[in-house]
Each structure stands twice: as C-alpha cells, then as structure tokens.
C-alpha cells in the first residue's frame, strides 16, 4: 500500500484543489501547516488546533529540536511523537537540515554529513542522511523530508551547484536508508499503532536558490530517485521576493503532477495565494505563531500592530471578517492591553486568530479553485489586503 495517496480535482490554470490522503487522515489541499518546533506549535493548545475554529489537519515538527532536547529515547519510550504530544492528526518532520544550516558558521559541512554545535548544551553533534531518517522513523511522522544542504540566496553559480549536488547525494542516501528503516520496523508510528494502515511517506527537496538551470537540474536529480512528494526549499533565505515567485513559477509546474508539491518555510498570506497561482499545494511557516507572540495580527486588512496606541479604545474586533474565537469575543483595546501588560494571554490570543487567519485563507482558496472562482478570490484578497486603512 502507498504511503500516501494524492488527486487532484479541480485546476484553474496552474493553481490545485486535491486530497492527501496518509496514514492520520485526509487532508484537502493546498493546505498549510502550523510549525511545532519542539513538540508544541507555540502558544496555542492542541484542542484549539482540533477545533472547528482553526481544524488543522497537519503540523509540523522539527527533528533538530525534538533529536537534541527531549532526545529520541525519551519520544521513542513514550511511542513515538504523536503519542507524546497526544497528536493523533498528521505530523511532518524536517530532516534537520535546514535548522544545522541555519547555524551558520557553528557548523562544519563534509561529504558524511554536518557537524555543528548543540544550542542547548554546546555540544558537538553530528548529523547526517542516515541518522536524520533514522531520529525521523523514531519519531514516527507520517510525512519524513530528506536530509538536503541549503545554498543561501545570494550564493554564487559555482557554490549552489556543489550544494545541489551534495543534496542530491544525499537525498539518494537518505532514501536507501529510509527504505531499510522502513523494512527493518523502525518506524515507531507504526510498530505503537496497530490501526496504521501506512507505511511513513518521504519527500524529496529540490534546491538551487536563485538559478533556474541549477534549480531545473536538482528538480531532475530528484525525481529520478522518486519520492511520494517533492519540496521546494532554500526559499525566503535572504533572496529577493521577485526571485522567489521566478524559481517557483518555473519549478512548480514542472515537479510532477500527481505527486504533493511543498514550498518549505513560506511565507505571509499573500505569498502563499500566490504560491497557490503557480502550483504549489503545501506550506508551513512560522509567521503566524512567532509574529501572534510580538503582537503582529494578520487581518484580510493588512498587518496590524496591537502595541500601536491607537487601539488604546478601539472596540472592533482585530479582523472585522473574521469569525474565530478571538474575534467574536475579545476587542483590539483588551488585547492592547494584556500586551502591554505583558501577559501571556496576549500571545495565547494573537498566535490563535493568526492561525485562524492563515487557515481560512486556505480554505477560501481550495473553495475557489473548486468552484473555477480562485482568479477572482486571488484579486479581491490582494486588494483588500492593501486597502488597509490603519
Ligand atoms: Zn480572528
């Protein structure tokens, strides 16, 4: 049996109405994914993530993290990550490669893999494809990514290609040790759950920052390995938006078409309906929950930002169009005050109409692409986000 199953079903023009189906549940796509770091996604509860009000059907966990604090062992014995945290919806899990590469220059690149020092103790670590997909099986998500090397955006030609080229290697050795672990019964989701029907799905990154050909070439490489679903990464790392949507428009449409597209780490509301435009069905980015916690609301209005002392009697809600729990309770004056305040709730509050935002633009998305309306949708968001009148 795949481990995932996915269709499309409706297309405007480049922009995809599907469902991914995996071991956990069905998800309709394009969807977007709330980032859980460290096992928790930051300030809200899991039950706020189940209810009707945000209803997110997949979240994100970080391998970096979870490998180095609690440490697999202490996930392994509790059974795996969705028993841990008491999850039982769809987790993807990074490979760690984008958190190592972030560390930049605490971190050593050899053809074996990374060496770099733990942020919480220091600590020389070494992580590589093998021991990514063998933390990731641990962890039992149902979506695994490849261990790949990120070029930053403003790399040289030269410098990209030899980092494409060692994700390419990588991703080939990330797949053979996947495919062992898979057979071996290392995947803890699995061996804790006897109703999972599924076997852990892996998808594969294409990388190449800025430069097309390279971008193409990696595309290639990828696919000749051959993936349950492909990635898009090493976007939103300092290049320039414009050079973002070219590599996305030109790679998009050529990743295969039966198969979930995903551009990692992007981006704000309207990056993701334009990433919807030129193909791509999956997202995750930390916008929502990090900016809810420095008091950033994302309204169909624009950015608003509840310290500015013009809210101070302000009684609207944040977003006038928005029917989440936050909105339909709490007034811009009362959640200007708790942030002055500093009170938690503060963030508890901004991080869940922020998720409520994101997930209900993607449901306005797929219900536009469904019923052939999604240029219109497209138009009319972008001109009432910049009709922000603040
Ligand atoms: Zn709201």
New binding site residues.
Partial sequence: MDAIRFTVEAQQDQARAGVLTTRRGVIETPVFMPVGTAGTVKGIRFEALESDDLDAKIILGNTYHLWLRPGIDVIKSAGGLHAFTSWDRALLTDSGGFQVWSLGALRKISEEGTQFRSHVDGSLRFLSPEISMEVQAALGSDIVMVFDECAPGEASHDETERSMNLTARWAKRSKTAFDQLQSDGADTGRREVECLSGAQALFGIVQGAGHLDLRRISLQQTVSIGFDGYAIGGLSVGEEKSVMFEVIEDIAPRMPQNAPRYLMGVGTPEDLVEAVARGVDMFDCVLPTRNGRTGQAFTSRGKLNIKNAQFTNDSR???ES???S??RRHTRAYLRHLYIAGEMLASILLT??NL??FLDTMRGVRQSIRSGDFPKFRREFTERLGANGE
């Fill in positions: 809600p944040l977003d928005c029917r989440c936050v909105c869940h109409h409520a935002f």
